[in-house]
């Protein structure tokens, strides 16, 4: 697509001199006779460069460039000026214009400066996309998955990230519940601030008031000068609690006042201390649970849980363990100077039946450790630790990857029917999906109404 150009100058005779010069080289191009109208074309259009005239009636080329660059900051300025006006052109540059020319315009020099200008234009472009690419990538590369349960997560994240509201991450060991917090952080409008985690459960009791809010110098033995808490340093950015279910009970009062109030006191100190941090807390605890047995806050519960997210364990979506397979291989083969492609048929049939315990963190140092052993392109049985070699592998599953994982998909759902007696309602949610996803996955997969005895055996 051609570059769009557009020429304010109130003679005649050079705007259309230069807009002859540049069609001829494959620009689009318009002219305007005055700065105001030249406003108004930007307004409506859009120009990858501006070639203005300093003196122009109604708005002269500097105030038509401080207007335009808050209406299309990405379009480039060239400014025209008279010999004598040079100090001005230099002043123009000053407020952003990318370049100048001086009349008469030399034509080849004209063609040159342009060429320049768009070869900049371009490069500048294409590294904003590539620190948004790795911007995005950085979010999600951890966050795998197409089943339903995570469709669902990254629908919430979607919504949930651009706003400030408090998030509370909910699943075991190995889900992935920092990875979701980075997620959200790193797409809302705090993703310049700071990304701030601590594990409340790893901190000593007697420690934990001052990591989180600071302490004054002389305050308690050893504090021999004043401290930051985090609260302050991650301020503007997202504080990330992780196991807020362990943190005591002393502390989840201040807690509570520091998220209301958006200030604490730090330890030692008498002056509030204001923050804005946005909180992301994490468990693998039933807190609403706790809070009836008198260990967790109630008050606090429902201030940090504004929006809930539940994160499947891996065996609760086991469609995705091929994909996850996939990006560990990708991902250690690199690091480890390997070409490894994947897997052979039965260590992903393995792979698929195992219970995973210990989530994705456990599949991942399995991959992990079968590329260290692995001398072949492919993973084998040989490659996995032994803990995993007598995991049965079921049925025969075809070679095709789509087709096993088909059959995978249709003799679990059976088995989910069987053990609810073939009640839709409740195998949809056992399954974690909608009703109307469990019909659609039975007429893909051919699985009748009425079971028959072959398959009511299952």
């Not at 100090?87 to 214009?97: E, P, V």
């Not at 891996?314 to 390997?338: A, C, Q, T």
Request: net charge negative.
């Amino acid at each position: 697509m051609a570059a769009r150009i557009l020429i304010a100058d109130d003679e005649k005779p050079i705007r259309d001199s230069l807009k002859m010069v540049l069609e001829d080289e494959g620009y689009s191009t318009d002219v305007v006779g005055d700065g105001e109208e030249a406003l108004e074309k930007i307004k409506s259009d859009k120009f990858d460069i501006v070639i203005t005239d300093i003196k122009m009636p109604k708005l002269d080329g500097i105030q038509l460039l401080e207007q335009a660059s808050k209406i299309s900051p990405e379009t480039f300025f060239v400014i025209m000026t008279a010999y004598a006006s040079v100090n001005t052109a230099i002043d123009a540059l000053r407020q952003g214009a990318y370049d100048y020319l001086i009349k008469p315009v030399e034509f080849d020099d004209l063609i040159i400066r342009i060429k320049r200008l768009l070869e900049y234009k371009n490069l500048a472009f294409e590294n904003k996309s590539l620190r948004q690419r790795i911007s995005t990538e950085a979010d999600f590369s951890n966050l795998i998955g197409k089943s339903e349960p995570m469709r669902k997560v990254f629908s919430i994240i979607t919504q949930v990230a651009p706003t400030n509201s408090n998030v509370l991450i909910i699943g075991k060991s190995g889900t992935g519940k920092e990875l979701v917090a980075k997620a959200i952080h790193y797409n809302s409008n705090r993703r310049d601030k700071m990304f701030l985690p601590i594990n409340c459960g790893a901190i000593s009791e007697n420690l934990i008031e001052s990591e989180l809010f600071g302490h004054k110098k002389g305050s308690f033995t050893g504090a021999t000068e004043d401290k930051l808490g985090l609260f302050k340093v991650a301020d503007g950015g997202t504080l990330f609690l992780d196991e807020i279910g362990d943190l005591p009970l002393n502390m989840q009062v201040k807690l509570l006042r520091a998220i209301e109030d958006r200030a604490f006191i730090p330890v030692g100190g008498v002056k509030p201390v204001s923050t804005d941090v946005r909180i992301i807390a994490a468990t693998n605890q039933n807190l609403y649970e706790k809070t009836k047995t008198g260990e967790f806050r109630e008050d606090l519960y429902y201030r940090l849980n504004v929006v809930e997210i539940n994160l499947p364990a891996l065996n609760e979506r086991k469609e995705d363990i091929p994909l996850l397979v996939n990006h560990f291989i990708e991902k250690y083969s690199k690091e480890m100077g390997k070409k490894i492609i994947g897997t052979d048929n039965d260590t992903m049939r393995i792979l698929l039946n195992h219970e995973w315990p210990g989530g994705v963190r456990e599949l991942e140092n399995v991959i992990e450790r079968a590329i260290i052993f692995s001398s072949k392109e492919l993973i084998t049985v040989e490659n996995l630790p032994e803990y995993l070699k007598g995991v049965p592998m079921a049925h025969d599953y075809p070679d095709s990857l789509k087709e096993a994982m088909r059959s995978f998909e249709r003799e679990h759902i059976l088995k989910v029917m069987k053990k609810y007696d073939y009640n839709k309602d409740e195998v949809a949610k056992a399954l974690e999906i909608g009703l109307s996803s469990l019909y659609r996955k039975m007429d893909e997969l051919n699985i009748p109404t009425k079971l028959s005895q072959e398959e009511d055996n299952l």
